[in-house]
């Protein structure tokens, strides 16, 4: 933790505050929230429904903007940046992840994943090159040419976690990734975010398990729009050891798409 500290951080949310303004009231989503993040950290937002957990996730990520308060992402001052700049920045810094995977039905693996790059204008090649290296990283290369209708929930997120790193961001923002899924493809899913923090991704995931969020290394709280609690995790949760034991249990077995979905394709 020291370690990380001596470095610049990486988010820095100062009284952020964001209202929705309905007919006759307003709606606090967030109110006067301040916090740090470093690079490197894993960080679980948690909170009631309503807590406004999407609401800050929307921030962070720059697809909304707060009513009032700073947000600085990588020293820069996002609030300050025209709607181009702050796209192309958003590209390059940051991955998401959702929880209804957001993929689109009619393309498969591979042109899911790929879409972002032809956005950016990459060459084909280095498409190909970047969207293999992604996938393998899930480990979904063998359902490349598979349409999210033809895997199975986990897979389809791991399809999404690789659509989510095809730009090399430094964040990965995930709100509820796991909320659509049995334990064990959560478990999968935690484990590449773990591997991917190793690697040195700063992860900010929303969650509302707990068994979810024992596997970052912090917990931020919120309630009513409030962080009211912000507490480091000394020994996290590795999911690779709650893999291993489900690797043991050979009944388990039944992750991968069954031949029934394999039927699907048309
Ligand atoms: P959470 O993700 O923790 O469930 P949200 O951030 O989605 O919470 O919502 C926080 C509060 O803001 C809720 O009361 C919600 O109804 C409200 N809210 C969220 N988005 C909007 C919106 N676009 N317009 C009006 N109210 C909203
Ligand atoms: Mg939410």
Not at 18 to 46: C, D, R
Not at 77 to 98: C, H, M, P, Q, Y
Not at 150 to 175: E, H, W, Y
Request: hydrophobic fraction near 35%.
């Amino acid at each position: 933790m020291n370690n990380i500290k001596r470095k610049q951080p990486v988010i820095v949310v100062q009284n952020l505050t964001k209202t929705y303004f309905m007919n006759s009231f307003e709606l606090h989503a967030l109110q006067n929230v301040t916090f740090e993040i470093y690079p490197g950290e894993f960080v679980a937002v948690m909170g009631p429904s309503g807590s406004g957990k999407s609401t800050l996730m929307n921030v962070l990520g720059c697809l909304d903007t707060p009513t009032s308060g700073q947000y600085i992402l990588d020293q820069q001052d996002v609030s300050r940046l025209k709607e181009k700049t702050l796209a192309a920045f958003r590209n390059k810094k940051i991955g998401f992840v959702f929880q209804n995977f957001n993929l689109l039905p009619k393309l498969n693996a591979f042109q899911n994943v790929e879409l972002p790059l032809l956005y950016g204008g990459v060459s084909r090649t280095d498409r190909r090159d970047i969207v293999e290296k992604v996938l393998s990283e899930v480990s979904l290369k063998d359902r490349m040419y598979h349409r999210p209708n033809q895997l199975s929930g986990g897979q389809t997120q791991r399809v999404a976690i690789a659509r989510a790193l095809v730009n090399n961001p430094s964040i990965i923002l995930a709100d509820e990734p796991t909320g659509n899924l049995d334990t064990r493809s959560g478990e999968e899913v935690m484990q590449i975010f773990q591997t991917l923090n190793d690697e040195g991704k700063t992860i900010i995931l929303v969650t509302h398990e707990l068994d979810i969020s024992r596997h970052t290394k912090r917990i931020l709280r919120f309630r009513d729009g409030r962080l009211e609690g912000d507490e480091g995790m000394d020994h996290p949760l590795l999911a690779v050891d709650f893999l291993k034991e489900f690797i043991d249990h050979k009944d388990n077995q039944d992750d991968f798409v069954t031949s029934a979905t394999e039927l699907t394709q048309d």
